[in-house]
């Protein structure tokens, strides 16, 4: 369930040219992922990596100024970019949503000190990182950043929203469970609708989409389990 492609000015996909990543728009919730952190985390990754803006654009299939907005801010892609990105330097997709650690290295642990404090396993409702995407979509993250490679999210997607224009394909295999309205799940050309209480796996490697075909927003759990974390 990941939106991508943008399309020419007239709507249409400009024909026999590259599509661009489509621009995200990040929620306005202070516990929201920013561009500018995003960015910033991407730039971490490459920088660690020992890569150029340009290694990584011509991995991803674009040009190093697009990468360059992308790591300051100034451009949002799609997430079927950022899986582009995560791909290009070889992470999984989640590593680019985790919150940085601290740059000082841990001081050891003292004698009689009190054991360090484990991370809280759960997330409030109110406290969800929340992605407003292109087209009427919305990613809220359902687990805290606990180093996953994998992604555990429930999903809304308003009347008439779909993932794209074209079918996504990434590593990994893909779980989802309607809890409102109706979905219609593209795989490989196989169409399956699915109501509240329906659930569906697939291989994410099979190019797939999926569409709002109800006439009240879609919700549904979504986990994607990372085949190479």
């Not at 990434?170 to 795989?187: I, M, N, P, T």
Request: charged share 20%.
């Amino acid at each position: 369930m990941h939106p991508s492609l943008s399309t020419a000015a007239d709507g249409a996909p400009a024909a026999g040219a590259r599509a661009a990543p489509a621009m995200l728009a990040l929620g306005p919730d202070p516990v929201a992922t920013t561009a500018r952190a995003l960015g910033a985390r991407i730039r971490a990754l490459r920088q660690q990596r020992r890569l150029t803006e340009k290694h990584v654009a011509d991995r991803c299939g674009v040009t190093p100024s697009l990468i360059s907005q992308v790591e300051r801010g100034i451009t949002n892609p799609s997430l079927d970019s950022l899986y582009q990105i995560s791909a290009a330097l070889g992470v999984p997709m989640e590593a680019l949503f985790r919150e940085d650690l601290p740059a000082v290295a841990s001081a050891p642990h003292s004698p009689g000190a009190p054991p360090a404090r484990r991370p809280d396993p759960v997330v409030r409702h109110d406290e969800r990182r929340r992605l407003d995407l292109p087209g009427g979509i919305r990613w809220e993250r359902l687990a805290p950043d606990q180093g996953s490679a994998h992604e555990f999210l429930e999903i809304v997607m308003e009347v008439g929203a779909t993932t794209g224009p074209a079918p996504l394909r990434h590593r990994g295999h893909e779980y989802a469970l309607v809890l409102e309205g109706v979905a219609c799940f593209e795989l490989d050309a196989q169409h399956y609708v699915l109501r509240p209480g329906d659930s569906i796996s697939f291989d994410s490697s099979i190019p797939h989409r999926t569409h709002n075909v109800g006439d009240v927003p879609l919700r549904a759990v979504h986990f994607m389990l990372d085949s190479n974390p």
